[in-house]
């Protein structure tokens, strides 16, 4: 059974809105695109070759599907670790308006996105690997469907933009298994789920009749 994971770069204020250009997402008037770019280091490229070292197949948003179809197929190089597997592996795109999807080895879901997911992690596998696609890692946090966070959280603070918790879904824990800070200050934090988060007290258990 395959595990989806979901790999994302945030904003101390949890803003995971266009990391990577300021063309890449302006929706409601978003003007801090490339926020994550100042940052990039040896450690964070090693990281990014691990995850994609065990992909099998990859969950994207429209959005994201079609900034990454624009763009890595015109990297060539068989040793990318990136391109080589977003350009071979199979791609699922979740979307309601996207009616086919033109890059190599690219499927439009356009079903219940629950019922899509259990079927794609119950193939035998390693990772399902969402990266991006912020609307699509909402819904998937809201309804369990995620099992493993890889949070890189960036040493900057933006103040406005899509963040990636939503309110509502299921209450949650995690359990840390692993982490490492970059160079440049990115804290890379890996969680697993850990069934349903817990709740206690700090009130004092005090007698009151004494």
């Given at each position: 059974?395959?595990?989806?994971?979901?790999?994302?770069?945030?904003?101390?204020?949890?803003?995971?809105?266009?990391?990577?250009g300021?063309?890449?997402?302006?929706?409601?008037?978003?003007?801090?695109?490339?926020?994550s770019?100042?940052?990039?280091?040896?450690?964070?490229?090693?990281?990014?070759?691990?995850?994609?070292?065990?992909?099998?197949?990859?969950?994207?948003?429209?959005?994201?599907?079609?900034?990454?179809?624009?763009?890595?197929?015109?990297?060539?190089?068989?040793?990318?670790?990136?391109?080589?597997?977003?350009?071979?592996?199979?791609?699922?795109?979740?979307?309601?308006?996207?009616?086919?999807?033109?890059?190599?080895?690219?499927?439009?879901l356009?079903?219940?996105?629950?019922?899509?997911?259990?079927?794609?992690?119950?193939?035998?596998?390693?990772?399902?690997?969402?990266?991006?696609?912020?609307?699509?890692?909402?819904?998937?946090?809201?309804?369990?469907?995620?099992?493993?966070?890889?949070?890189l959280?960036?040493?900057?603070?933006?103040?406005?933009?899509?963040r990636?918790?939503?309110?509502?879904?299921?209450?949650?824990?995690?359990?840390?298994?692993?982490?490492?800070?970059?160079?440049?200050?990115?804290?890379?934090?890996?969680?697993?789920?850990?069934?349903?988060?817990?709740?206690?007290?700090?009130?004092?258990?005090?007698?009151?009749?004494?």
């Open positions: 059974m395959a595990t989806l994971t979901l790999t994302t770069f945030m904003t101390l204020d949890g803003v995971m809105q266009a990391p990577g300021p063309d890449e997402d302006r929706s409601d008037g978003f003007e801090y695109g490339g926020w770019v100042p940052f990039v280091d040896e450690e964070f490229g090693r990281f990014i070759d691990e995850v994609f070292q065990r992909v099998d197949c990859f969950l994207l948003g429209r959005r994201t599907y079609e900034i990454f179809a624009s763009y890595w197929p015109k990297v060539t190089d068989e040793n990318d670790p990136v391109a080589s597997r977003l350009n071979t592996l199979p791609k699922y795109v979740v979307s309601t308006t996207l009616d086919h999807a033109d890059w190599h080895n690219s499927t439009v356009k079903g219940d996105l629950t019922e899509e997911v259990n079927r794609l992690k119950q193939r035998p596998g390693r990772e399902i690997q969402v990266h991006g696609s912020a609307r699509l890692a909402q819904s998937l946090l809201a309804h369990g469907l995620v099992d493993e966070l890889n949070l959280v960036y040493p900057v603070f933006l103040g406005k933009g899509r990636l918790f939503p309110d509502g879904g299921t209450p949650t824990a995690f359990e840390l298994t692993g982490h490492r800070t970059t160079t440049t200050g990115i804290t890379i934090q890996t969680y697993r789920t850990a069934g349903p988060a817990q709740f206690g007290s700090f009130e004092l258990d005090v007698d009151l009749d004494r």
